[in-house]
């Protein structure tokens, strides 16, 4: 049990663009999704935490008017890139947790290439 | 602030046992957590202390030390498809399951 899907797995974009990103738990209910940012050889960054039927909680210096983040169920939160610039290129991962455990199931990620 | 430290990169042979440190700070230590990651996948759960002592997982067994703020991450019977980078992760209190991740250690593993 405790599977996280992404979709899509890889995906190629115009400079200007909007791209959207869905994580999706697919035998447990997620009570909070967190999504990350990870630059190649580098750790994963946390973008920003979310938890179903509330606004989503930023780090700093993440854009939240240029990452939309939607969590719309218990089973879906979505990540929406907009207007998309070359340097959003990145390997984008989201993770769910399931209540009172304390890992992070990590979804396969979405490597994201902007030209 | 809150941060962890581990080392960049280790080599180790086949066959071999390999240990990976992790140094923390934090401001409300809630548990350590070691996760795996090939090039190319996302990480995978491998380990979490709360407590001080050993835990133990097949090959794998990951150690805690609260009052030194220090853990590690032991392979055993190492394998080459163990090569990954290996991720150390402090949950904070009250930070509504947030992890904070250390930098990631490349295990490199030589035939």
């Known amino acids: 049990g405790a599977v996280v899907s992404q979709h899509p797995s890889w995906v190629i974009c115009k400079s200007g663009t909007s791209v959207k990103i869905e994580c999706r738990s697919l035998?447990?209910?997620?009570?909070?999704m967190f999504w990350y940012r990870q630059f190649p050889k580098q750790s994963l960054m946390l973008m920003a935490t979310?938890?179903?039927?509330?606004?989503?909680?930023?780090e700093q210096g993440v854009e939240k008017d240029k990452f939309l983040i939607n969590h719309a169920s218990l089973t879906l939160s979505t990540l929406t890139v907009t207007s998309a610039h070359p340097e959003d290129s990145s390997f984008y991962i989201c993770?769910?947790?399931?209540?009172?455990?304390?890992?992070?199931?990590f979804g396969p990620g979405t490597r994201l290439t902007v030209l | 602030g809150q941060s962890l430290e581990q080392p960049s990169e280790v080599t180790a042979v086949e066959g071999a046992i390999v240990q990976i440190n992790c140094t923390y700070q934090?401001?409300?230590?809630?548990?350590l957590s070691w996760y795996q990651q090939h090039d190319g996948g996302a990480p995978t759960f491998l380990s979490y202390?709360?407590l001080d002592g050993l835990e133990e997982t097949g090959r794998f067994s990951s150690f805690l030390s609260r009052s030194d703020s220090y853990g590690y991450l032991l392979l055993q019977e190492l394998q080459m498809k163990d090569s990954a980078s290996y991720f150390c992760?402090?949950?904070?209190?009250?930070?509504?399951?947030?992890?904070?991740w250390g930098a990631g250690t490349k295990l490199i593993i030589k035939p």
């Open positions: 993770s769910a947790t399931r209540g009172g455990r304390n890992e992070q199931f």
């Open positions: 934090t401001s409300g230590f809630y548990g």
């Open positions: 035998d447990f209910q997620a009570t909070t």
């Open positions: 202390n709360g």
């Open positions: 979310s938890n179903e039927g509330s606004k989503a909680t930023y």
């Open positions: 992760a402090v949950r904070d209190r009250g930070s509504n399951y947030q992890l904070i």
